[in-house]
T-cell receptor
Framework: GNSVTQMEGPVTLSEEAFLTINCTYT??????LFWYVQYPGEGLQLLLKATKADDKGSNKGFEATYRKETTSFHLEKGSVQVSDSAVYFC????????????FGKGTKLSVIP | NAGVTQTPKFQVLKTGQSMTLQCAQDMNHEYMSWYRQDPGMGLRLIHYSVGAGITDQGEVPNGYNVSRSTTEDFPLRLLSAAPSQTSVYFC??????????FGQGTRLTVV
């Protein structure tokens, strides 16, 4: 079946530091890949997505590239802000017989001034 | 657009009580799902539906029932609450061509 593995947290960074959160996946066929963000006390919001190999999703300064050869979708941001403190989830949808999202376990990011 | 609306936001139950978590969406999405979120476990799929009248089990279905009588509504029923069901519950909906939209969550405590 489908699975998503993302780096364990928590991650603590200083403001303006570079962020990478690793995500790798296992799936049959050609899944779509997503990063969701969950701010404290809120539900999940879509941050970015990519639907085919070599696509780059981007939003709010975050980027991730769909790498089929390495089955990866790493999240990056060049300069994090305190307001980026949240939990980030990598997820996939698709593949043979798949109707629902499969999530990683989430990575909690704390950005300190 | 309201999107996905979950009620209640908070609930405390005694062991053995039953209750229904409500979920409604106004986007005419075919697919709806219930997840539970626990520390260190990420989101785990409880039940899902691919259309009115069609439901199926996810990863952790025991102790929960669902039904989908309309496209808009997808309630989750706890039959006899147990402390292990203390969690945050999220409802989500999507169409074939969109990403998933999530509700704000229901924080449930079973004592």
């Amino acid at each position: 079946g489908n699975s998503v593995t993302q780096m364990e947290g928590p991650v603590t960074l200083s403001e303006e530091a570079f962020l990478t959160i690793n995500c790798t996946y296992t799936a049959t066929g050609y899944p779509s890949l997503f990063w969701y963000v969950q701010y404290p006390g809120e539900g999940l919001q879509l941050l970015l997505k990519a639907t085919k190999a070599d696509d780059k999703g981007s939003n709010k300064g975050f980027e991730a590239t769909y790498r089929k050869e390495t089955t990866s979708f790493h999240l990056e941001k060049g300069s994090v802000q305190v307001s980026d403190s949240a939990v980030y989830f990598c997820a996939l949808f698709g593949g043979a017989g798949s109707y629902q999202l499969t999530f990683g376990k989430g990575t909690k990011l704390s950005v300190i001034p | 657009n309201a999107g996905v609306t979950q009620t209640p936001k908070f609930q405390v139950l005694k062991t053995g009580q039953s209750m229904t978590l409500q979920c409604a969406q106004d986007m005419n999405h075919e697919y709806m799902s219930w997840y539970r979120q626990d520390p260190g476990m990420g989101l785990r799929l409880i039940h899902y539906s691919v259309g009115a009248g069609i439901t199926d089990q996810g990863e952790v279905p025991n102790g929960y029932n669902v039904s989908r009588s309309t496209t808009e509504d997808f309630p989750l029923r706890l039959l006899s609450a147990a402390p292990s069901q203390t969690s945050v519950y999220f409802c989500a909906s999507r169409s074939e061509w969109t990403e998933a939209f999530f509700g704000q969550g229901t924080r449930l405590t079973v004592v």
